[in-house]
């Protein structure tokens, strides 16, 4: 029961990391569309600056989490994604550094340059992450003797390449409608436009998915045993279709609302899919990695949940007051993020 809980807020890590980090990285994804002029750019800063970095809390957080509650998952994984782990640590750096360092920049030409550095690293960031948990929902070639070698190209496989698509689509559709919900004149009427364009590109791509998943992993067949968890999948549909319902009423709130439970969900039907397997055995499934084997001791299960029980908490609540305090819509001039 205790590794259970612990693979559920796992899961749980990882879902609110997507939703929140998510809609800045899908801002910076469309950043050249949404925005065309400097005053423009400025605003879509605006719109993110203040809430990225706490955003990347949780990402620490669903690390953090894997290497204390699962330690032989945070291995396998990090040896057998090492070079794509590693290629998405630098993106993520570089696109810090070009969220922060564009307001100390005083050229538009050196403003310019950061915005084209945010823009590249906010679509290869979710392009690494569809990719590296699209092969963990394959399986990894794990085999008693050898870890796999972590080399990028065995890694780009059709599967992976359309679970990187899917991320990317479906950042970039929760960042136009965060714009939508957050900027005002142009920039939002832009981002109301995109926002209704690439819901159909993330509706086709998500049936395109879920799809190939029957035949390239053993998702469907966890659900085919635990029928009970046909309830997520039903939820991300109607999520999915929910927030185009709300956009064409134009309560763009509500979509973004939507979107947050169809990225939710969508975490939680790979991840409860594989379940009880973490990392699942591409060459024989003696071979999977399992939550019971890969768990750390219940002595330490208990004394981090209990800890767990604490910090999240007050990280939830930090959250709240910085998305509260900057509730507002963003324009060029505010919080020095687009200066």
Partial sequence: MLITIWFML????????????GFDLGAGALLPVAAKNARERAIVHNAIGPFWDGNEVWLIAAGGVTFAAFPLTFGVMFSGLYSAFMLLLFTLILRGAA????G???SQAGKRAWDLVLTATSILAPLLFGAAFANIFHGL???????????ILPLLNPYAIIGA???LAFAMEHGMIWLAVKTGGEVQARARQWAKSVWIALALIAVAFDIFTAFATNIWQGYLHRPYLFIIPLVNLIALVMARVFMAKEKWLRAFAASCVFIVSGTFF?????YPA?????????????AAMAASSPLT???????VLVLVPIIIAYQTWVYVLFKGKAEDNEYGYGE
């Fill in 301 to 307: 299960l208990k004394i981090m949940l209990g800890v």
């Fill in 99 to 102: 969220l922060g360092l564009r």
């Fill in 104 to 106: 100390e920049t005083e």
């Fill in 10 to 21: 796992w899961a749980l890590l990882w879902a609110v990391y997507f939703m929140l980090d």
């Fill in 165 to 167: 698509a899917l991320f």
């Fill in 141 to 151: 070639p794990l085999d008693r003797e050898h870890p796999p070698q972590g080399a």
């Fill in 278 to 290: 973490m990392v699942p055995s591409s060459l024989d499934p003696e071979f999977t990695v399992t």
């Fill in 270 to 274: 790979g991840l409860a899919g594989i």
